[in-house]
């Protein structure tokens, strides 16, 4: 694609991809997807919003700082990076306006972005400062030392009081926006899970998980049949909450200058702690 439509940025056709306007005969394929020869491809082209990040003064809640990596609370609601459809009021503007310059790795769309929160989802994210620190952090991502704690309310009562699921995750054949546990294939995950409390008609979890794909947790538990609170597109029935029952709320990682172990930690935000003060 980049060869054929050199007047398109490389971001942009990656985000035309990702939102299936791209198909390969007839059908909408991976951006790793391997042509063989002959293949049909249609592009539908999307109107051109600006591909770059810029500033805005939206409030952000600094949890740990150095010259290395922020790393930041990130409410729910707020969606991590600009892309397709998202060009303002996100985590990226408020970082850019906050520290200005950030790593580049990402790209201008996600500078400083090295792994993503859902939209829903609340909690701690690290973010890269340098471009050295941005490979530092994702070396660490990718060898599994990174380690993430979430705390999770899922519908139903959890049979065991821990368990761990091994399931490999792929994009949803039927639902684009959906991942799925249930074909055959698909990309590794590992979710472990330790019951902290349990309501009546729900289950309280510490989360952890040694694997970083779309949608995890959430894909994980609903598919041993417990959905996380307020996850409609996961199968939890609708609810006042008005965002997932999932929350980032510690990560340890090394630092990358100082070789220094560093964990950062943030309580639930109040909403849910209303929420969960409402069960009995």
């Given at each position: 694609?980049?060869?054929?439509?050199?007047?398109?940025?490389?971001?942009?056709?990656?985000?035309?991809?990702?939102?299936?306007?791209?198909?390969?005969?007839?059908?909408p394929e991976k951006r790793s997807?391997?042509?063989?020869?002959?293949?049909?491809?249609?592009?539908?082209?999307?109107?051109?919003?600006?591909?770059?990040?810029?500033?805005?003064?939206?409030?952000?809640?600094?949890?740990?700082?150095?010259?290395?990596?922020?790393?930041?609370?990130?409410?729910?609601?707020?969606?991590?990076?600009?892309?397709?459809?998202?060009?303002?009021?996100?985590?990226?503007?408020?970082?850019?306006?906050?520290?200005?310059?950030?790593?580049?790795?990402?790209?201008?769309?996600?500078?400083?972005?090295?792994?993503?929160?859902?939209?829903?989802?609340?909690?701690?994210?690290?973010?890269?400062?340098?471009?050295?620190?941005?490979?530092?952090?994702?070396?660490?991502?990718?060898?599994?030392?990174?380690?993430?704690?979430?705390?999770?309310?899922?519908?139903?009562?959890?049979?065991?009081?821990?368990?761990?699921?091994?399931?490999?995750?792929?994009?949803?054949?039927?639902?684009?926006?959906?991942?799925?546990?249930?074909?055959?294939?698909?990309?590794?995950?590992?979710?472990?899970?330790?019951?902290?409390?349990?309501?009546?008609?729900?289950?309280?979890?510490?989360?952890?998980?040694?694997?970083?794909?779309?949608?995890?947790?959430?894909?994980?538990?609903?598919?041993?049949?417990?959905?996380?609170?307020?996850?409609?597109?996961?199968?939890?029935?609708?609810?006042?909450?008005?965002?997932?029952?999932?929350?980032?709320?510690?990560?340890?990682?090394?630092?990358?200058?100082?070789?220094?172990?560093?964990?950062?930690?943030?309580?639930?935000?109040?909403?849910?702690?209303?929420?969960?003060?409402?069960?009995?």
């Amino acid at each position: 694609m980049r060869e054929r439509l050199p007047q398109y940025s490389r971001a942009r056709l990656q985000d035309w991809i990702e939102q299936g306007r791209v198909l390969v005969n007839g059908s909408p394929e991976k951006r790793s997807y391997l042509l063989k020869g002959a293949e049909s491809i249609q592009v539908q082209p999307s109107e051109l919003p600006p591909l770059k990040a810029t500033p805005e003064d939206v409030p952000l809640e600094v949890l740990y700082e150095d010259p290395d990596v922020i790393a930041i609370d990130k409410p729910a609601g707020m969606v991590v990076h600009t892309g397709a459809g998202r060009h303002s009021g996100t985590l990226v503007n408020a970082l850019l306006h906050r520290f200005g310059n950030l790593s580049a790795v990402a790209g201008d769309l996600r500078p400083g972005i090295v792994h993503r929160l859902d939209r829903f989802t609340s909690g701690v994210i690290l973010v890269a400062r340098t471009d050295a620190a941005h490979r530092n952090l994702a070396a660490q991502f990718a060898a599994r030392q990174v380690e993430k704690t979430y705390i999770a309310l899922v519908h139903g009562s959890v049979k065991n009081d821990r368990g761990r699921i091994t399931t490999p995750i792929a994009r949803d054949p039927s639902t684009r926006v959906r991942m799925t546990a249930r074909l055959a294939h698909g990309r590794p995950a590992v979710t472990a899970f330790l019951v902290l409390e349990r309501f009546q008609g729900f289950t309280l979890l510490e989360v952890k998980i040694g694997t970083g794909r779309t949608h995890q947790i959430r894909v994980h538990l609903a598919s041993i049949g417990h959905p996380v609170a307020g996850d409609k597109l996961y199968g939890a029935p609708a609810s006042e909450l008005g965002r997932y029952f999932l929350h980032a709320r510690q990560i340890a990682f090394t630092s990358p200058s100082t070789g220094e172990r560093i964990t950062v930690a943030t309580p639930l935000p109040p909403e849910l702690e209303t929420y969960l003060g409402g069960l009995v």
